[in-house]
């Protein structure tokens, strides 16, 4: 009998998850490196995810992504649970064992970081204090990942205060927390700017931190990529800061689950994004 003879099946599991761009992500790179393999998006309903997640090794998967609203149960469902996803308190992706077992990681914060070097070689995370709006789910990730880097400060502004004040007491005294109607009083010396909220997105509201107090030297960058170029952006460019777009970050973070499940790590290149913008 050979080892695994079956086509390795990947998938990303949300609820709802036809919006996911993670299908065509995988789709085109197993065709771009000639992989035999399969990644497609499954559809679970909170009740059912521990028994769906557990069946799914059987059925030939070797893992998956985990999205909305299911990155934070995952945790439970996990039996080996990396330190990253454990301080950021989510997983987005899973690996199946051989042994049987489901390894949950976070690849958000690696992703994030990934996207700013490859687009802003120039940044220097260490030389000076970052602003992070937001302080859900993808904050958390964001947070653990300008520490990991070497920011020497944080601060920090959500619209619900309570959320950031568990941030600092998760992640520690470089957190500096402020109101949300601070927040633009905060950006004079910042090097490093991040929108993790979801302000700015098609359907959403604007966002209301004005930029008028940018540093004109920092790094701006908004997790948000539909649209592409947010009016956030739109207006740090406009005060001369370099930005970075959030599209690179949803690629970054796809790449090590790719590189475990299929046996490649795919690169990120523009071909890589104009392939999932015309999905
Ligand atoms: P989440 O846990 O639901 O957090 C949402 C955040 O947005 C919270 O800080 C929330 O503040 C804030 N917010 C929502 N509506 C607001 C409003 N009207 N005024 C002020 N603040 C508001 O979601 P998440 O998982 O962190 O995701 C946040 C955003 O990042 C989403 O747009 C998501 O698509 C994006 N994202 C992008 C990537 C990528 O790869 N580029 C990865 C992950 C996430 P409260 O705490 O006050 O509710």
Known sequence: MTDNPRIPLAGVIGHPIAHSRSPALHGYWLK??????????????????????????????????????????????????????????????????????????????????????????????????????GAGGAARAVVAALIEVGVPEIHLANRTRPRADALRSDFGAKIHVHEWVQGANLMDDAVTVVNTTSLGMTGKPDMTVSLHRLNPHALVNDLVYTPLKTQFLIEAEERGAKVVDGLGMLLHQAAPGFERWFGLRPEVDEATRQAVLSA
């Open 32 to 133: 771009r490196y000639g992989l035999k393999g399969h990644y497609i998006p499954i559809d679970i309903a909170p009740a059912d995810l521990a028994e769906l997640v557990r069946t799914l090794p059987r059925l030939g998967f070797v893992g998956l992504n985990v999205t909305i609203p299911h990155k934070e149960a995952i945790l439970q469902i996990a039996d080996i649970v990396t330190d990253r996803a454990a301080l950021i308190g989510a997983a987005n992706t899973l690996i199946f064992r051989k042994d049987g077992k489901i390894h949950a990681d976070n690849t958000d914060g690696s992703g994030f970081i990934a996207n700013l070097r490859q687009n802003a070689p120039q940044w220097n995370p260490a030389s000076g204090p970052a602003v992070v709006l």
